[in-house]
Nanobody, 118 residues
Framework: QVQLVESGGGLVQPGGSLRLSCAAS????????MGWYRQAPGKQRELVAA???????TYVDSVKGRFTISRDNANNTVYLQMTSLKPEDTAVYYC????????????WGQGTQVTVSS
């Protein structure tokens, strides 16, 4: 049973833009926090951006002013709009959703590759 489906990755030149999407199935229950993580080769996975059910947004310093996270609660979808992309943004990007009525559980997407290169 697929619970998170990501899309939107690809190859882009430095300075370009991409938008990632992550749709969560309704079977996971009420969604609390939605976020994006990334993992570059040889590096640990890091939080890129997160958005709470109250629309509080958090960003890692390296993407502030360039990336914007948003969510569509009606469609259980979270987006990551990435602009002014740099080669160091190259990584596999993973969507994470925290959901549940009484007990919070983490759900992860399958990952989508973002490559920034000329």
């Amino acid at each position: 049973q697929v619970q998170l489906v990501e899309s939107g990755g690809g190859l882009v030149q430095p300075g370009g833009s991409l938008r990632l999407s992550c749709a969560a199935s309704r079977s996971i229950g009420p969604i609390r926090t939605m976020g994006w993580y990334r993992q570059a080769p040889g590096k640990q996975r890091e939080l890129v951006a997160a958005i709470t059910s109250g629309d509080t947004r958090t960003y890692v310093d390296s993407v502030k002013g360039r990336f914007t996270i948003s969510r569509d609660n009606a469609n259980n979808t979270v987006y990551l709009q990435m602009t002014s992309l740099k080669p160091e943004d190259t990584a596999v990007y993973y969507c994470k959703v925290v959901a549940g009525i009484f007990t919070a559980r983490d759900y992860w997407g399958q990952g989508t590759q973002v490559t920034v290169s000329s």
